[in-house]
């Protein structure tokens, strides 16, 4: 397989645990007390969350605003992140308690036996019609199908994980040889850019950045997630097994806070839109344009199981995470 490196973004292995904007050496630590005794008292627990700064977060940011997590004793504070992976090792040193990501972080961190967990789903991509991500390209780019990415340099957020993995399968299936990718890792909000300097031949984005590309004129090259598992899940709830032991009321509030947030988020589309016009500083009418994933914290293993061993199967991951012990339902 070509090499795979950084472009627009430092490192992955030398940097991250200073990806997460507002992280610091010293983390702010929670309350000691957990969320029942803080509810009980008229007090609300701190918890630092890491999310990326995405339409995807539109269902948490609306619902801390509206004071879902409040009811619950939570005091939260989104931090932003570029991917699940990079939240790892703030998740591990105590920055923060619970991260919302890509899953690939934590099959990775069991391999290593980190004591990371997912403890529930976020969103899931959409099984039909237009997804939540996608392969973009130029108009005069000449690529316009899966096949057509063979042998080029196309962006991924964090390299390693459902992005590639799930582009490999769709350029496979279509024909096209999967080793022959170079894959470049690139932040979400740099795409465009590294695409009009010809640095990237095609990236790969979730809205609001896919649809401000396809609305510029470009092509959609593919929804790999679509083409590959659909309805997989895009981002799921993670934590620390040593959290899980050490406050296990805690970590289940918090669990079923962000059951009700993404209850709540998947009956109010339009204040998760409202939230992401605020919090991505973009126009009310972009954010009425953007394809929503389903919110919901119901996990599908199966889905993760065959998201890992098409990873084992392209060398992505060693072998296959241990799913008795990564997945910890709360």
């Known amino acids: 397989m070509k090499m795979k490196k950084v472009l627009g973004a430092i490192a992955l292995t030398a940097t991250a645990a200073f990806v997460l904007s507002g992280c610091t050496d010293s983390a702010a630590e929670p309350d000691s007390g957990s969320s029942a005794d803080a509810s009980s008292s008229g007090e609300l627990?701190?918890?630092?969350?890491?999310?990326?700064?995405?339409?995807?977060?539109?269902?948490?940011?609306?619902?801390?605003?509206?004071?879902?997590?409040?009811?619950?004793?939570?005091?939260?504070?989104?931090?932003?992140?570029?991917?699940?992976?990079?939240?790892?090792?703030?998740?591990?040193?105590?920055?923060?308690?619970?991260?919302?990501?890509?899953?690939?972080?934590?099959?990775?961190?069991?391999?290593?036996?980190?004591?990371?967990?997912?403890?529930?789903?976020?969103?899931?991509?959409?099984?039909?019609?237009?997804?939540?991500?996608?392969?973009?390209?130029?108009?005069?780019?000449?690529?316009?199908?899966?096949?057509?990415?063979?042998?080029?340099?196309?962006?991924?957020?964090?390299?390693?994980?459902?992005?590639?993995?799930?582009?490999?399968?769709?350029?496979?299936?279509?024909?096209?040889?999967?080793?022959?990718?170079?894959?470049?890792?690139?932040?979400?909000?740099?795409?465009?850019?590294?695409?009009?300097?010809?640095?990237?031949?095609?990236?790969?984005?979730?809205?609001?950045?896919?649809?401000?590309?396809?609305?510029?004129?470009?092509?959609?090259?593919v929804y790999p997630y679509q083409a590959t598992i659909p309805g997989l899940e895009v981002l799921t709830t993670i934590t620390t097994q040593e959290l899980i032991d050490s406050d296990p009321e805690m970590v289940t509030e918090f669990a079923a806070a962000m059951s009700d947030a993404l209850d709540w988020a998947a009956a109010n589309e339009d204040g998760v839109r409202a939230a992401i016009a605020t919090n991505l500083e973009i126009p009310e009418e972009a954010a009425a344009g953007i394809t929503l994933p389903e919110f919901t914290a119901e996990l599908d293993v199966d889905n993760l199981q065959a998201l890992a061993e098409l990873a084992v199967g392209y060398g992505v991951l060693d072998a296959m995470p241990d799913f008795d012990r990564l997945v910890q339902i709360q």
């Not at 991500?133 to 080029?152: H, Q, R, Y």
């Open 45 to 221: 627990t701190s918890v630092r969350v890491a999310a990326l700064p995405i339409s995807e977060s539109g269902a948490i940011w609306g619902a801390i605003d509206e004071g879902i997590f409040e009811d619950h004793g939570f005091d939260v504070e989104i931090v932003p992140a570029q991917g699940g992976a990079q939240a790892i090792p703030a998740l591990l040193s105590g920055d923060i308690q619970f991260a919302i990501g890509q899953p690939f972080g934590p099959f990775r961190a069991d391999l290593q036996d980190l004591g990371v967990a997912i403890i529930g789903n976020y969103a899931n991509s959409l099984a039909s019609g237009g997804d939540v991500n996608g392969v973009v390209s130029l108009a005069d780019s000449g690529i316009t199908g899966p096949a057509d990415l063979a042998g080029k340099r196309v962006s991924v957020n964090s390299l390693g994980a459902a992005g590639d993995v799930t582009i490999m399968k769709a350029v496979e299936d279509a024909g096209g040889d999967p080793t022959s990718i170079e894959f470049v890792e690139v932040g979400f909000s740099d795409v465009q850019a590294q695409l009009d300097a010809g640095n990237i031949d095609a990236g790969w984005v979730p809205d609001p950045f896919m649809s401000q590309i396809t609305g510029a004129g470009g092509n959609l090259v």
